[in-house]
C-alpha cells in the first residue's frame, strides 16, 4: 500500500541519518572531504542512497 511505503522511506531515512552521524565511510559518500577525490564520477543522491542502503 501506499502509507506503507511512505511509512518505509520515512523509516529509512531515519536510519540513514543516524547512520551519516555514526559511520564515516557512509558520511564521506554524501560529503566527500574536499581534499579526496570525489566518490565515482559525481554520483546522483539516489546512486548514494542504494549504496548506503548496501551498506546497512
Known amino acids: ?4 511505503m511512505r511509512k518505509f522511506h520515512i523509516d529509512t531515512i531515519h ?6 552521524v555514526t559511520n564515516r565511510r ?5 560529503f566527500p572531504p574536499s581534499s579526496s577525490p570525489v566518490v565515482g564520477p559525481g554520483l ?3 546512486e ?3 549504496t548506503l542502503i ?3
Open 1 to 4: 500500500s501506499q502509507k506503507g
Open 44 to 46: 546522483s543522491n539516489l
Open 15 to 20: 536510519r540513514l541519518g543516524r547512520l551519516l
Open 54 to 56: 548496501r551498506i546497512i
Open 26 to 30: 557512509a558520511k564521506a559518500l554524501f
Open 48 to 50: 548514494k542512497l542504494n
